[in-house]
T-cell receptor, first 116, second 116 residues
Framework: DAGVTQSPTHLIKTRGQQVTLRCSPK?????VSWYQQALGQGPQFIFQ???????QRGNFPDRFSGHQFPNYSSELNVNALLLGDSALYLC???????????????FGEGSRLTVL | AQKITQTQPGMFVQEKEAVTLDCTYD???????LFWYKQPSSGEMIFLIY??????QNATEGRYSLNFQKARKSANLVISASQLGDSAMYFC?????????????FGGGTRLMVKP
């Protein structure tokens, strides 16, 4: 049973470029969330997708956008890259927008983005 | 104000001994959930343990237990019988009812190093 898979694992971009990161949720999961983790810090919530719609968003600018496909996989797009966008981008999946009574939220190994 | 505070940037523990990782939180929401994740160098966030704000008993999962002191707003993780493979970053996180879904707020993490 495959867990959450993300691609690419590493990538290097230059300032001003655009990047697309991809995530396949764990089998049976239909909800995907994205987090940004800067070096030495805890992850920060970017947004959540459920039923192909953005359901919740953290404090990130519109340069960060996403998409969810009918097969529940998801993409994170970042436009006009800044040096400060260098981070590990983590995808998490669950079955449904998870309520409070469970810890069923699984993370992938992340995509490490370096912006030069 | 920080919602999740982990005051120990790094900790050493001798193999086979127990260790406590501290976490304090701040919320005015009466309904919330507290999580601990382990992040090895691979980057994946591995779920360890969950405690709901209305749970009467402290959560336990194998060698992991959560020392939940609601009045003090603390949720410390206790790892018993430390193993070399426990060396990793540990993150405390919270999900509040008014932000239901997968939005977790993470602390800055504690790096645990287990000595042989």
């Amino acid at each position: 049973d495959a867990g959450v898979t993300q691609s690419p694992t590493h990538l290097i971009k230059t300032r001003g470029q655009q990047v697309t990161l991809r995530c396949s949720p764990k089998s049976g999961h239909d909800t995907v969330s994205w987090y940004q983790q800067a070096l030495g810090q805890g992850p920060q919530f970017i947004f959540q997708y459920y039923e192909e719609e953005e359901r919740q968003r953290g404090n990130f600018p519109d340069r960060f956008s996403g998409h969810q496909f009918p097969n529940y996989s998801s993409e994170l797009n970042v436009n006009a890259l800044l040096l400060g966008d260098s981070a590990l981008y983590l995808c998490a999946s669950s079955f449904g927008p998870v309520g409070l009574n469970t810890g069923e939220l699984f993370f992938g190994e992340g995509s490490r983005l370096t912006v030069l | 104000a920080q919602k999740i505070t982990q005051t120990q940037p790094g900790m050493f523990v001798q193999e086979k001994e127990a260790v406590t990782l501290d976490c304090t939180y701040d919320t005015s929401d009466p309904s919330y959930g507290l999580f601990w994740y382990k992040q090895p160098s691979s980057g994946e966030m591995i779920f360890l343990i969950y405690q709901g704000s209305y749970d009467q008993q402290n959560a336990t999962e194998g060698r992991y237990s959560l020392n939940f002191q609601k009045a003090r707003k603390s949720a410390n993780l206790v790892i018993s019988a430390s193993q070399l493979g426990d060396s990793a970053m540990y993150f405390c996180a919270m999900r509040e009812a008014n932000n239901a879904g997968n939005m977790l707020t993470f602390g800055g993490g504690t790096r645990l190093m287990v000595k042989p």
